[in-house]
């Protein structure tokens, strides 16, 4: 009787104790998206005959997978898991019957059942998915807009963690790779902002962004900010990200006023341009005629002053619009400094344009073009205290400054007329330039020429009284050592600029500056030319001397005296000037509204080499008049100096030229 039960007590925890079916000992973590095996395995290999395995969700009951009469039943499992999850058929029959499950979702966290039935034996074991890591970004779509709107890019993060906790969630815009907006460590970071967005993006609240909210808005849309732009959110070795386009831009009131502007300063040099150049031709001054050149000058160019104004405020940068815009308004006076009807003006205002038109325009061109190095100085200083940088800050504040004053006070009195001085006070401001390089680089040869040469000339200029330069053929001497300084002057500063400016912060300014240093250094070519004539007349030591300083006053390009010569040049910059500038500012607008980025990064590059062919030719027509009224007192001069140099004259000399020869020999 006890062998019995004992045998039935037995009999009783086999069955009981059934198979013995293995899984993991720890829950999983998964990636979402990803795939998982779930493990499931016996230790002994089970025969294939009446096997059936079982993977059920715990919780709903939900069929996940069955394996049956030796081979898989899709049929039978969920529509859920249809193609996703699978065994590995030949590992069966070896005991084996985890379940690889891939495209994880979140709905698929939670705990698994793998029942196993063999004959007349049972067991399981449960495997538990406890977390999905995932990063979705969304929000993707287009925006379409006018300029001057805000717009908001949506951007949406949903992930397995708090938000606040990514390691980074930044926008940027594709095309030029420019930092726009930057999350992190649970903070904006505003220092990481391109310059070109500063001021006019933002996220939304704290709240919206603990809800995965990474929308940011966009305000007083430009035409720049056309493109593609890109949400990126990381954390650990999770990434995605989502695209958001601005596409093509219309044009806002301010670039239709722009438009508007450019056809105004392009349509009135085109009509009023040959009636004005007829009136040149017969020297008509008429009410009539005079009426039409004043409206061909001063209608076009203020116009076109005004459209780069409009351009400075919704695209260009602030040294570029305030340049053009000086160029072109200055260009009114220049115009009637050669005007050949400038006789018509009152005396007061006469004499203002002859005495102030160029130094004028070279003082505000200058004070606008270097406005940056002024900015950048102070702020060197302020960080370093260095008592010299502020000294060149005050150097470059002051000497536009005096000069202005002198313009102004040379054009409307009748006190003084003294060229040297504008001469000297532009020459100081090359060489404060120059000594801005000089400390802002270091020292080295091609530095020291910028920086040296303008205060040699200025030696040259201001001991001119000296018995050196005291006779014509001398002073010829002079003027050359002065037309060599100038060049080789004007050639180290134009190649510096271009050389230096591109390893400053003013890289996309170098081309303009460099255009700009060669155009200051032709008005002041102009201005030595005039204190160059004015020796030439005061130092001549003929007998009619007087007579040569009456000639020399009157070589500048104004006067009555019309020419072909000047009427050519005056409509070159009346005409030519005006349509130039009022296509390249047009056609600029077009294409950036067009491409959503800048064709010239400075217009400057276009304005300014064709504003230089205005003054040059002015300069021509001066030397040409300079010449035509002063032939013969040159000729003689040249010859006085190649005797100095001892050379053998060509020709057989007159008595009277005997006579001044001996004269000269003697002293």
């Not at 091609?446 to 000296?466: A, D, T």
Request: glycine share 6%; net charge negative.
């Amino acid at each position: 009787m006890g062998l019995n039960i004992c045998l039935f007590l037995s009999g009783v925890l086999f069955i009981c104790d059934g198979l013995h079916v293995l899984g993991p000992s720890d829950p999983l973590i998964v990636e979402l998206g990803g795939s998982v095996m779930l493990p499931c395995y016996v230790e002994a290999p089970l025969p294939l005959e009446e096997l059936e395995v079982e993977w059920k969700g715990a919780d709903s009951g939900t069929l996940v997978h069955l394996f049956q009469d030796g081979e898989s039943r899709p049929e039978a499992q969920n529509q859920a898991y249809s193609g996703r999850a699978s065994f590995f058929t030949e590992e069966v029959e070896r005991g084996n019957f985890s379940l690889l499950l891939t495209n994880l979702t979140t709905k698929d966290a939670g705990i698994y059942n793998c029942s196993v039935y063999s004959q007349q034996e049972t067991g399981q074991t449960s495997v538990e998915i406890k977390e999905i890591e995932y990063l979705i970004v969304t929000g993707g779509h287009v925006v379409s807009a006018y300029v001057g709107e805000d717009i908001t890019m949506n951007c949406s993060v949903d992930s397995h963690i708090p938000p606040e906790k990514l390691d980074e969630v930044s926008w940027k815009k594709v095309d030029q790779q420019i930092q726009v907006l930057i999350f992190l460590n649970g903070e904006v970071q505003p220092e990481s902002t391109h310059e070109r967005y500063a001021d006019r993006v933002e996220l939304f609240s704290r709240e919206e962004i603990q809800k995965g909210n990474f929308s940011f808005r966009l305000k007083d849309l430009r035409t720049e900010d056309k493109g593609q732009y890109i949400c990126e959110a990381f954390f650990g070795e999770f990434a995605d990200n989502t695209t958001v386009e601005v596409q093509q831009l219309g044009f806002s009131s301010m670039h239709t006023g722009i438009l508007l502007l450019c056809i105004i300063a392009f349509v009135v040099p085109v009509v009023l341009g040959y009636p004005a150049y007829v009136s040149l031709k017969r020297n008509d001054n008429s009410k009539r005629a005079l009426a039409v050149q004043y409206t061909l000058v001063c209608c076009s160019n203020i116009a076109l002053c005004l459209a780069f104004i409009l351009w400075g405020v919704i695209e260009g940068f602030l040294t570029e619009a305030a340049t053009c815009s000086a160029i072109n308004l200055l260009r009114i006076l220049f115009l009637f400094w050669i005007a050949p009807y400038l006789d018509t003006f009152k005396a007061i205002l006469q004499r203002f344009i002859k005495r102030s038109a160029i130094t004028l325009e070279y003082a505000v061109i200058a004070a606008f073009a270097y406005s940056g190095f002024i900015v950048r100085l102070w702020h060197n200083y302020q960080q370093t205290k260095n008592i010299v940088r502020l000294g060149i800050i005050i150097v470059l504040l002051s000497l536009p400054f005096l000069l202005c004053i002198n313009i102004f006070v040379q054009g409307l009195t009748k006190i003084f007329k003294q060229e040297q001085t504008n001469y000297i006070l532009t020459e100081l401001i090359n060489g404060a330039r120059g000594c801005y390089v000089v400390l802002t680089y270091g020292v080295n040869i091609s530095k020291l020429v910028l920086f040296i040469l303008p205060f040699l000339e200025m030696i040259f200029v201001y001991f001119r009284c000296q018995c050196l330069f005291n006779r014509g053929s001398r002073v010829l001497i002079r003027m050359s050592v002065l037309l060599i300084l100038e060049i080789v002057c004007a050639s180290s500063s134009v190649y510096i600029h271009y050389d230096l400016l591109d390893t400053l912060d003013f890289r996309k300014e170098r081309d303009g500056l460099t255009c700009l240093a060669a155009y200051l250094y032709v008005l002041t070519g102009m201005l030595l030319f005039k204190v160059v004539i004015d020796d030439y007349g005061l130092f001549s030591r003929r007998p009619h001397s007087n007579r040569t300083r009456q000639v020399v006053e009157s070589s500048t390009v104004t006067g009555t005296q019309r020419t072909s010569g000047h009427a050519i040049v005056y409509m070159l910059g009346a005409v030519g000037l005006s349509c130039v500038n009022s296509v390249a500012l047009a056609v600029e607008l077009i294409l950036k509204a067009r491409n959503g980025e800048r064709t010239v990064n400075d217009l400057r590059v276009i304005l300014v080499p064709f504003e230089c062919i205005f003054p040059i030719g002015c300069l021509v027509l001066q030397i040409s008049e300079f010449w035509g009224k002063n032939r013969e007192n040159l000729t003689k001069d040249f010859k006085d100096l190649c005797q100095l140099c001892g050379c053998k004259q060509a020709s057989v000399d007159s008595p009277a030229e005997k006579h001044e020869l001996e004269a000269l020999r003697s002293t």
